[in-house]
């Protein structure tokens, strides 16, 4: 099976006092699913999994296999700090029910043994293995032509999720370097999604929090209507550009989940920023200033600029 479309990364909701949220997390998976997503991906980094207890991450994954129920695939983000860890995690997301796990890179700046992690993880399971790329997160760099020995040479590293800059010019290599069924997804908050799709990206993994406008570029740019997917792109950069500030990110995402009635709390583990009055009242003004609104979960209709 080759993956293609917006998976997006999910939040995980924490009810007020800082438990995790089954009622809203199945809220949100129906929300997902009834905007038309391609798949959903959760425990990464925005989802909070490095704050959260090994039976907390096998009740997430539970839960959102069991609410999507086949509708659509469920990818698990995988990060530890050693090999073995991994192995465990991946496992563990296989036996749950997930499609696809993607795979943070150990803290080793050494080509062949992040070779020989990937390896390993991918020879331990059976469903596809996505590789992570995001050294401002991990620390760790993975070059254009590792990555593409990795995928050329280790038959079950299927994808990878590009999240370093120059993206695009990296993009542009690995899809040279790779086999044509070698799967590329952006990410970085959709700052690039139209570019990378031009590029040859199967799609996008990102927490945007309005993810009805990355289908309407996905569907439009598929559709061979380049213009109207880049009229969407260029309306909707303002909230894309200010939604995807470093630290911040995951409480302007919570909130606007929040507002939309989807999660009952805007809960963070600590530590995470919060957003001040001034701060919610400048998102809520980027968001009416765009066409959009926080008003509930019904599927928002997008339109490109040019309307």
Known sequence: MSFHGVFPILPTPFTASGQVDEVSLRRLIDFE???????????????????????????????????????????????????????????????????????APISIQNDQALFDHYGAVARAVEIPVMIHDFPESFGTLLSADLIARIANEIPNVSYIKLEELPVLDKLTKIRSLTKESFGIFGGLGGEYFLEELQRGANGIMTGFAFPEV?????????????????????????????EFQPQIGLAYRKFIYHKRGILASQFIRPPGKKLDAYTEGELTGIIERVGLRLDGPDIQTVEPYFI
């Not at 289908?215 to 200010?242: S, V, W």
């Open 33 to 103: 699913i009834k905007i038309g997503v391609h798949g959903v991906s959760i425990l990464g980094f925005m989802g909070e999994s490095h704050k959260m207890a090994e039976s907390e991450r096998k009740l997430v994954i539970n839960t959102v296999v069991d609410q999507a129920a086949g509708a659509i695939p469920t990818w698990v983000g995988v990060r530890a700090f050693g090999t073995a860890g991994a192995i465990e995690q991946a496992l563990e997301s296989q036996e749950l029910g997930a499609g696809c796990v993607f795979v």
């Open 214 to 242: 990355l289908i309407g570029i996905y569907n439009a740019y598929r559709a061979g209507d380049i213009k109207r997917a880049a009229g969407i792109f260029d309306r909707y950069m303002p909230l894309i550009r200010y």
